[in-house]
């Protein structure tokens, strides 16, 4: 009953914030944003003046001058996306292998021809590239890696009693979450990309529903008693501190040296939703709403101006930092 109450309270308050941001912005772009693109995207990274971006039917190059997307790919769905200095990465699912497994594909950011670097029989996410070997994660709580030219799966740890959830790579190291399922309680991990010798436990941890990684650090979100809270964890000393907070239906988060920004979708009833009629807001880390929308809406990506979110059935805003 007293999670009940704190959870009603949360959320309360959080709408009425939102609220207050549709009344006072603009009726045409209720406190969206600068409209960038009329595509509806699901995941996205900001390379070289441009957005990659994943939709349900294609991976597309969106100019930040404002310019005409252009299809790269056409694309089952990319569930993960990462781009390198020549190519643009994704997961999208397999129907040869089921409803289970997944395929890494990769296309020239100038466009060309697709190529399939992975085929994996378990679904896969949080695709990462480091160098010229691709990571993620699957379902199966395990760690792959493949090369990102194509080549053989490596598995690089499995964790079958628990949950793995890839957080970053850096040139010597990959981290991971592993936690129980049942408790969240967990360690933050890592091990080398070739996957030789085995994991080390870098900190206490727990079972992040949005994660960053930052050179150095982890930033994810954590519970505290009934406290939900971003946290910080130096994987270097492996001390954890909090730093900001952290809103019901939070669906996104993107960190960089210079702060961190995460997103939030409400329905009326107080549930997750990705439909109209869902209050959703885009905050940074200390919960100052930068930008606000009367349907379902999610961050993409950031750079050193302007962070990016989808918004339900309008395409993708921008808003300055």
Aim: some cysteine.
């Amino acid at each position: 009953m007293k999670w009940a109450l704190h959870e009603a309270r949360l959320k309360t308050g959080w709408l009425s914030a939102i609220a207050l941001a549709l009344t006072s912005a603009c009726a045409s772009t209720p406190g969206s944003g600068t409209l960038l693109s009329n595509a509806s995207v699901s995941t996205a990274v900001v390379n070289d003046a441009i957005l990659y971006a994943g939709s349900a039917q294609s991976i597309l190059a969106i100019p930040l001058d404002g310019g005409a997307p252009q299809t790269l790919a056409p694309s089952a769905g990319g569930a993960s996306l990462a781009a390198s200095a020549a190519d643009v990465f994704w997961i999208e699912a397999n129907p040869n292998l089921g409803s289970t497994g997944s395929t890494v594909r990769a296309v020239p950011k100038t466009g060309g021809a697709v190529r399939i670097v992975a085929v994996d029989t378990i679904r896969g996410d949080n695709l990462h590239v480091q160098d010229d070997t691709l990571f993620w994660d699957s379902e199966d709580r395990a760690v792959h890696a493949a090369a990102a030219a194509g080549g053989q799966v490596r598995q690089l740890v499995s964790i079958p009693d628990a949950g793995c959830v890839l957080a970053g790579t850096d040139a010597t190291q990959v981290y991971f979450f592993e936690y129980d399922v049942h408790t969240g309680e967990g360690f933050v991990d890592a091990i080398p990309p070739d996957g030789t010798g085995t994991a080390v436990r870098l900190a206490p941890g727990g079972q992040p529903l949005q994660e960053a990684f930052l050179p150095g650090a982890l930033l994810w979100t954590d519970f505290h008693g009934n406290t939900r809270v971003v946290v910080r964890t130096d994987l270097v000393s492996g001390q954890t501190t909090d730093v900001g907070v952290w809103l019901p239906g939070i669906n996104w988060m993107g960190v960089d040296t210079a702060g961190g920004y995460t997103s939030s979708s409400l329905c009326s009833d107080g549930e997750d939703g990705d439909a109209a009629g869902c209050a959703s807001s885009l905050q940074d880390l200390s919960g100052r709403i930068i930008a606000a929308s009367n349907s379902a809406a999610h961050g993409l990506a950031l750079d050193a101006t302007w962070v990016y979110w989808n918004v339900a059935g309008a395409g993708v805003y921008r808003v300055r930092r």
